[in-house]
């Protein structure tokens, strides 16, 4: 009893809540939305950013919108502009998404001058930190 003392007349029983028939404000009222919040920002923003735009109106497919084999993991820029263009975006498996970047090619490349330099022996790495005791 004392509690709904201290809450006030909208808390009290029997009183209509403030926010009955409301169903959200950012849909159903439009304000603080895409270019009328104060802090937007447009395309001046970083590539978390975009991609966290994109991610929230580009619905995720099953597979992999390139080989339609793997999971899509990453979203993909088709142009590298990094617009605010839902056609200009993929979802993609880790994959293609490295092919499509030429990271794989590099990867491979690096991968590879590690095992030369080493004369393509594996080494452990217990043996390098204790040398001979």
Not at 54 to 77: E, G, I, M, T
Request: a positive charge; one cysteine or more.
């Amino acid at each position: 009893m004392n509690r709904a003392k201290n809450l006030g007349k909208y808390a009290q029983k029997g009183n209509i809540p403030w926010n009955k028939g409301l169903k959200g404000f950012g849909k159903e009222f439009g304000f603080q939305l895409n270019n009328k919040n104060i802090n937007w920002k447009g395309n001046k923003v970083g590539l978390k950013a975009i991609h966290l735009w994109v991610k929230r109106r580009l619905k995720k497919p099953k597979f992999c919108q390139n080989c339609y084999k793997n999971l899509p993991r990453d979203l993909a820029n088709k142009s590298g502009k990094y617009l605010r263009d839902l056609s200009d975006w993929k979802w993609l498996c880790r994959r293609c998404h490295m092919i499509l970047d030429g990271r794989l090619k590099k990867f491979i490349e690096n991968y590879n001058k590690k095992f030369k330099n080493r004369g393509n022996q594996y080494v452990k790495r217990s043996d390098h930190v204790r040398g001979d005791l």
